[in-house]
């Protein structure tokens, strides 16, 4: 006797607030949280514990993996599972862009200062710069041999209208959980530094508000600071750039954490006075970032003790 059986599939999903697939950003106010929610983005007023919005689209099936805020406080980047992105407008809700460039899931999202271009990387270990306004990929950037898991611009790009000629002075910084971090100049599209130290996989990287440090997050207890030197940024012939060995970014030293998990995210306040670092165990630690003069004060604070404490 043949038995029939039913076939159940899922209809939608009720009651969740954050799937922890992707990252959540606040917007400029710090009064809205715009979290993943499985294939949906929900946007939340944290004071009143309320949605206010629910951003979805009826053609996608994949899962939110990643979240980014525009300098305009109006469009907001989301990377999904399946490789796409799409640009949600804050104002009314709706998707107004849908890009399609990678072959895995979107790992890292980073809006240049205008605004107009947009820095994606994903598991296939390549990076893709977006003209935001015209809609289209501009060009590729290949080197990592694994997923890319962290992307800062530190130089503004041109305006969408010459984004296919970027300036000499637009570069960018990535991270991959090859150990890797490489520095890209973006008028040549090539790689012109890449850093070597990480023994682990680079999980996290954080540029300050002023642009002179760098600040990198990996397996161990550590966070490694690096030095950015802007006028070799600046002053580097765009025609060459590619031809020459680039020390302008340099190792500053280390940073011990108390936890001993790895880097899950890390980032500057916009002040940039203040760094914190969030781990594996769930516990964000905050740092004090010292101006230079700061630390010369302390340095002679402590030699001075030091001395007092030998004469006795």
Known sequence: MVKTY??????????????????????????????????????????KGTQVARWSDRDNTAEVTCITRSPNGKDYAVGYADGSIRLFDLT??????????????ISALQFDASGTVLASGARDTDVV???????????RLRGHKDEITGIAFLASAQSADTALNVSAS???????????????????????????????????LAVSPDGRLLVTGTSDADLHVWTIAADK????????????????????????????????????????????????????????????????????????????????
């Open 170 to 204: 637009g570069h960018i910084v990535t991270s991959s959980k090859d150990t890797l971090v490489k520095l890209w100049d973006l008028c040549s599209q090539h790689c012109v530094q890449t850093l070597v130290t990480h023994r682990s996989e680079v999980w996290a």
């Open 233 to 312: 940024l600046e002053t580097m012939a765009a025609d060459n750039a590619a031809e020459q060995t680039w020390d302008a970014i340099r190792e500053y030293g280390t940073v011990r954490r108390a936890g001993s998990s790895r880097v899950v995210t890390v980032a500057f306040h916009t002040t940039g006075k203040y760094m914190v670092c969030l781990g594996a165990d769930r516990a964000a630690e905050i740092f004090r970032v010292r101006t230079y003069g700061e630390i010369k004060k302390k340095l002679e604070r402590r030699q001075r003790r030091n001395r007092e404490k030998n004469k006795k």
């Open 92 to 105: 009314n809700n709706v998707v107004n862009v849908v890009l399609n460039g990678h072959r895995g899931s």
């Open 129 to 139: 710069l977006w003209d935001v306004v015209g809609e289209v990929g501009l060009y």
């Open 6 to 47: 039913l076939r159940y599939e899922a209809h939608s999903t009720f009651g969740v607030i954050a799937s922890p697939a992707g990252n959540a950003v606040f917007d400029h106010s710090g009064r809205l949280s715009i979290t993943p929610a499985l294939e949906s983005v929900i946007v939340w007023d944290i004071k």
